[in-house]
């Protein structure tokens, strides 16, 4: 299932908050006067339930990301192309590799049935160490 962002709005006031204090010193109520101009998302069990699916979708796809061991009894056909990418397809899967410019190697794992795409992006640095960025 693909994941789709919901957008979040801020509460926004008529001005600066201003409250009102009514009541004894140990039962008081405070109830805000300032007027609301814009309601602001709530924060509700759907919306961090959907906030939930959607890590957990991508975490899927990031333990799927170079693992094809599940695959097992799948055609894995593999493609070398004139500007130095392979494309691995498998089922519902297709990973891209690029060897960019900058020395940099760009992976992107695209699982069609989930419609998720990620990507990585491996850096070897000077002193020998590398930098993975997943997105």
């Known amino acids: ?12 006031l008529d ?3 201003k409250y009102a204090i009514t009541g004894a010193l140990t039962n008081a ?3 805000m006067i300032t ?18 699916d959607g890590i957990e979708e991508a ?8 693992n094809w061991a599940h695959r097992r009894g799948q055609t894995v056909e593999t493609v070398f192309n004139a500007d130095g990418s392979i494309v691995q397809t498998a089922a519902d899967a297709t990973l891209t590799t690029v060897f960019n410019a900058d020395g ?8 069609a049935s989930l419609d998720i795409t990620v990507r990585k992006t491996t850096s070897f640095n000077a002193d020998g160490s590398i930098r993975e960025v997943i997105s």
């Open 1 to 12: 299932m693909a994941y789709t962002k919901q957008t979040w709005q801020d509460e926004q």
């Open 15 to 17: 001005g600066a908050p």
């Open 29 to 31: 109520d405070i109830e």
């Open 35 to 52: 007027p609301v101009t814009q309601m602001g998302t709530p924060f509700v069990a759907a919306r961090f339930g959907h906030m939930e």
């Open 59 to 66: 975490g899927i796809a990031i333990e799927d990301f170079g």
């Open 104 to 111: 940099s190697i760009t992976a992107e794992l695209h699982i």
